[in-house]
């Protein structure tokens, strides 16, 4: 599958007391190249919502390899790695720009469902997107 990548610069509030990205925020992150690779595919997180489907994140993991720190320019890359029937799972690494060093990898699952909470097949339109 293809890969979409975004550049985030590291913000001051970012950072954790001992001056390195937390690391909940390495999550945050993940969802942010989550909705741009949706976005860069065609498919709008908004306008799913709208047709009644939510990704709820099911299964997340985050391995660190070298903290970020206060205006580093980092970059989030995000891959689909499995379309299930109904279920989707991305895997992520974040990298410095400017020394090319990983910083983390990641995985999240996420289920499709409705706003009734129930599991749903993904529909053939948003596979196709998918799959390409």
């Known amino acids: 599958m293809r890969e979409h990548n975004i550049e985030i610069r590291v913000s001051y509030a970012d950072t954790d007391q001992m001056g390195f990205v937390y690391y909940a925020n390495y999550f945050v992150w993940f969802e942010r190249g989550r ?10 997180y908004k306008e799913m919502e709208k047709q009644n489907l939510i990704l709820p994140v099911m299964d997340a993991s985050c391995s660190y390899k070298a903290p970020a720190q206060f205006d580093d320019m980092v ?6 790695k499995e379309v299930g029937k109904s279920s989707i799972s991305f895997t992520y690494e974040i990298v410095n720009q400017e020394t ?11 289920p499709f469902i409705n706003r009734e909470r129930k599991i749903v097949r993904i529909p053939e339109e948003i596979r196709k997107k998918l799959e390409e």
Do not use: D, F
């Open 75 to 80: 970059v989030v890359k995000s891959k689909v």
């Open 35 to 44: 909705i741009e690779y949706l976005r860069a595919i065609g498919l709008s």
């Open 100 to 110: 090319k060093q990983l910083l983390a990898t990641g995985e999240t699952r996420h």
